[in-house]
T-cell receptor
Framework: SAVISQKPSRDICQRGTSLTIQCQVD?????MFWYRQQPGQSLTLIAT?????????ESGFVIDKFPISRPNLTFSTLTVSNMSPEDSSIYLC?????????????????FGSGTRLTVV | GQQLNQSPQSMFIQEGEDVSMNCTSS?????WLWYKQDPGEGPVLLIA?????ELTSNGRLTAQFGITRKDSFLNISASIPSDVGIYFC??????????FGTGTRLKVLA
């Protein structure tokens, strides 16, 4: 399985500011995915980031609020812009690839450890 | 839109007991994944299911892909304190898109 590093692991930000979250993967991947997990909630897909093209956003998420960069096959950033307290969540980077942590062959999604964002 | 409902929402069990949780949907899925999330961490994949009716084990974990392709269950045998966490199911929609269930919070009492 790919190893994903996310930075920062947590941050406390003032409302109205922006935060850029970095995601680094130890192998080249075509697609990277950004998820949001609001407090006590499940994971919701924000967008899919492809190298060399614009990100594809899910319903309810827009590029102006969550701009994404994908400069190469191992790196992506998600920016949370003009933050408000409602943006307080865990933001997770994910990639799809072959699995080595199961006793069988298959594909699945590996997640980074997440960025815990608190907006005050 | 599609939604995955997990039950129970939370459970307290004694160490050594078996645990069972399930995930249901009104939609049909091609793949089911089960994840565990520890506090402060991202979800870690436990089991992947690819065919209707499939039963797969990973150590003390057993999961099954429902024959209707609208549900899945996860069993944990002989629970231990480190099993505590949130368990999420995820169903595959498109080629690369998954939606996640509402989660089951498991607490194990030693």
């Amino acid at each position: 399985s790919a190893v994903i590093s996310q930075k920062p692991s947590r941050d406390i930000c003032q409302r109205g500011t922006s935060l850029t979250i970095q995601c680094q993967v130890d192998s080249q991947v075509t697609m990277m995915f950004w998820y949001r997990q609001q407090p006590g909630q499940s994971l919701t897909l924000i967008a899919t980031a492809n190298q060399g093209s614009e990100a594809t956003y899910e319903s309810g998420f827009v590029i102006d609020k969550f701009p994404i960069s994908r400069p190469n096959l191992t790196f992506s950033t998600l920016t949370v812009s003009n933050m408000s307290p409602e943006d307080s969540s865990i933001y997770l980077c994910s990639v799809r690839g072959p699995l080595s942590n199961l006793d069988r062959v298959g594909y699945g999604y590996t997640f980074g450890s997440g960025t815990r964002l608190t907006v005050v | 839109g599609q939604q995955l409902n997990q039950s129970p929402q939370s459970m307290f069990i004694q160490e050594g007991e078996d645990v069972s949780m399930n995930c249901t949907s009104s939609s049909i899925f091609n793949t089911w994944l089960w994840y565990k999330q520890d506090p402060g961490e991202g979800p870690v994949l436990l089991i992947a299911l690819y065919k209707a009716g499939e039963l797969t084990s990973n150590g003390r974990l057993t999961a099954q892909f429902g024959i209707t392709r609208k549900d899945s269950f996860l069993n944990i045998s002989a629970s231990i304190p480190s099993d505590v966490g949130i368990y999420f199911c995820a169903g595959q929609l498109g080629t690369y898109k998954y939606i996640f269930g509402t989660g089951t919070r498991l607490k194990v009492l030693a």
